[in-house]
């Protein structure tokens, strides 16, 4: 991971709750930059409109890669009804994710893009290390199949230089901001309650966060 992002959060034994979410906030921007980057060197990228990869069912992820989209939710008074909808919900799949039609699962799209998950960022156009710790690009059967010549050359590529974002080296870093909810990896609609959680929580007792208002 390049340097735009330092781990120096991990220095404070408790940081508020708006500081944590700015953190993964931050840590997401450098990402997208990064992701954006690579795009546009490996010619890589998502067919329109297929989300075939968000009807996996076992799809896992951290709480705390879910504070941001939670806080929000806190903020526009929706954090205790989308907290309900999880707790009835007995579907494995993602809770924000929405396809095209019944027919047509593997189309659709995020309900709230911008405040997804690190794995949902990640899956596609980052890498993981394989058993001799060479770069392997971690993404779809759909890309490898349809842009086989360009995947190709990005495998090449990576070999030889090409910069690629690294799961370990994010994951390490989202846990530095909290080790606990950081590392505790769950079924992603458990880790979105689980966030959802931790902010009403957090502000249970404490004031509404300043500089906002009370959404009635």
Not at 141 to 158: C, D, L, S, T, W
Not at 169 to 198: C, H, T, V, W
């Amino acid at each position: 991971m390049h340097d735009a992002f330092i781990g120096v959060h991990s220095r404070k034994i408790f940081m508020s709750m708006e500081s944590r979410v700015k953190a993964v906030e931050a840590l997401f921007a450098v990402l997208d930059g990064e992701i954006a980057t690579f795009q546009s060197e490996s010619g890589l990228g998502c067919k329109a409109g297929c989300g075939k990869c968000c009807t996996h069912p076992d799809i896992d992820a951290s709480p705390l890669e879910f504070l941001p989209w939670a806080f929000q939710l806190f903020l526009n008074g929706k954090a205790e009804t989308t907290l309900e909808e999880l707790r009835k919900s007995s579907s494995s799949l993602c809770q924000l994710y929405r396809p095209l039609s019944v027919l047509d699962s593997h189309s659709g799209s995020c309900s709230d893009y911008k405040y997804r998950g690190l794995i949902c960022r990640l899956f596609g156009y980052g890498a993981s290390r394989d058993k001799l710790g060479q770069l392997r690009l971690a993404t779809c059967k759909i890309i490898k199949e349809n842009q086989a010549e360009r995947y190709e050359n990005v495998q090449i590529a990576m070999k030889n230089g090409l910069y690629v974002p690294i799961f370990t080296d994010y994951y390490m870093n989202l846990n530095q901001i909290d080790f606990r909810m950081g590392n505790s990896i769950l079924p992603i609609n458990k880790a979105m309650k689980a966030a959802i959680e931790e902010v009403l929580q957090y502000y249970a007792y404490r004031p509404f966060p300043e500089g906002h208002k009370v959404i009635a």
